[in-house]
């Protein structure tokens, strides 16, 4: 009897020990648009989304608190409708939602939970999952074929020209902290738009994101591909000194310089309405920095 209740005793904490070992992927409604529409479904059980997102916060410390890896996603309601329809489920079923989450959402961009209010999670997996989408259509865009004439392949060639511009750009700006923004316009009115922030040492060496620089060197080379005018902004930070900023506009298949007037000009306009904006204080706007452009044969795509 005493080895029966001994391990029924270890039954429990075997378990426990077992689920942390079973990771977890929780599907959040981000905005209030989102929760709105999840709202028509009876069995979703919440009127008000501050109180959604509060319990929601509380489920992933819950998650944590039990040794459990998670990983937070967005839950798309109209993608979901389209699942339930596709796969024959009532979607007004916590079942159907579960289901959604584990086949759907979980393939899709998604943030390790580290213990970060809800507040700072959001805007990181939104900005996540905007990345995402900016780097597939930049994507699309740079398989637009070959060349007619001479068989190369325009979206290749024009991301290792980008890739040469990127690694310019970083070695001219020197030491510090960088933050580079490129945009090139889209179908729409929404342009592509993606950022990176670099930190290059005193001692030469570099550290940045590898994925958010896959997707600045996608965009750039879509620009170059497509023939779209486009540009980049650099804004470097370096301790004892003011921030700079240059800028590049994207002609011919290459970053060009702007002039100092250009660069004071674009930053403080509002990209909106076209109003003017007042000059940061502390800021120093410069004109860009000329890159050496590659040789034809060395990355260029031709027409």
């Known amino acids: 009897m005493a080895n029966t209740r001994n391990g029924g005793n270890r039954r429990p904490a075997t378990r426990r020990a077992l ?24 069995s979703f059980l ?11 916060e ?4 819950s998650l944590a608190a039990q040794g459990t890896h998670t990983t937070v996603t967005l839950f798309d309601p109209v993608d979901y409708e389209e699942f339930c329809a596709d796969a024959r489920l009532d979607p007004d079923t916590p079942a159907s939602r579960t289901r959604y989450t584990a086949e759907v959402a979980a393939a899709g961009t ?3 939970y580290e213990g970060q209010p809800i507040g700072r ?8 999952a905007e990345q995402q989408a900016t780097w597939e259509y930049a994507s699309s865009l740079l398989t637009r074929g070959d060349c007619a004439s001479c068989g190369e392949d325009i979206g290749r060639a024009a991301f290792a020209r980008a890739t040469q511009a990127l690694r310019q750009l970083i070695a001219a700006a ?27 040492g005193d001692d030469g060496e570099l550290r940045l994101g590898e994925a958010a620089a896959l997707v600045f060197c996608t965009v750039l080379g879509a620009g170059i591909a497509t023939e779209r005018p486009g540009g980049v902004v650099l804004r470097t930070a370096a301790p004892g000194r003011r921030d700079t900023v240059r800028g590049w506009s994207l002609r011919d298949g290459w970053l060009r310089p702007l002039s100092e007037a250009e660069v004071f000009a674009a930053y403080c306009t509002d990209a909106r309405t076209g109003e003017p904006v007042p000059p940061e204080p502390g800021v120093d706007y410069r004109a860009g920095l000329r890159l050496t452009e590659p040789t034809e044969g060395d990355g260029r795509p031709t027409a």
């Open 174 to 200: 020197g030491p510090g902290a960088h933050h580079l923004v490129c945009s090139v316009p889209a179908e729409g009115a929404t342009p592509l738009v993606a950022v990176l922030h670099a930190e290059h």
């Open 46 to 56: 919440f009127d008000d989304h501050a109180t959604y997102l509060r319990q929601m």
């Open 110 to 112: 998604s943030v390790t």
């Open 19 to 42: 689920r942390r070992e079973v990771p977890s992927t929780v599907a959040v409604l981000a905005d209030e648009q989102d929760f709105a529409a999840m709202r028509r479904y009876g």
């Open 121 to 128: 999670l959001l805007p990181q997996l939104v900005n996540e």
């Open 58 to 61: 509380g489920l992933l410390r």
